[in-house]
Nanobody
Framework: QVQLVESGGGLVQPGGSLRLSCAAS????????MGWFRQAPGQQRELVAS???????NYAGSVKGRFTISRDNAKRMIYLQMNNLKAEDTAVYYC?????????WGQGTQVTVSS
């Protein structure tokens, strides 16, 4: 059964850092390109970072240079290191297959950047 569980969010001041984790069950994730998506209130969900099974990464322009995506295929874990956080990074963050996510979503993890 496919399951995605995100964790690691929280409240952080501007300029701070957080590391998000995603535990992905289901063998497909070990070979799929995976991504971190985010959805801010009143906005559509957007893809912010993706990583192939071989470790090639891609980032949205708004997070490039600040966020780093990584994965551990053996553990079926995907990570997002977020540095120099800004207020506009406030959103619920989700992981899923990229660029076309599957219909199953986790509960997400809330990231709030505020002083």
């Amino acid at each position: 059964q496919v399951q995605l569980v995100e964790s690691g969010g929280g409240l952080v001041q501007p300029g701070g850092s957080l590391r998000l984790s995603c535990a992905a069950s289901g063998s497909i994730f070990s070979i799929a390109t995976m991504g971190w998506f985010r959805q801010a209130p009143g906005q559509q969900r957007e893809l912010v970072a993706s990583i192939t099974s071989g470790g090639l990464t891609n980032y949205a322009g708004s997070v490039k240079g600040r966020f780093t995506i990584s994965r551990d295929n053996a553990k079926r874990m995907i990570y997002l290191q977020m540095n120099n956080l800004k207020a506009e990074d406030t959103a619920v963050y989700y992981c899923n297959k990229s660029p076309t996510p599957i219909s199953v979503w986790g509960q997400g993890t809330q990231v709030t950047v505020s002083s």
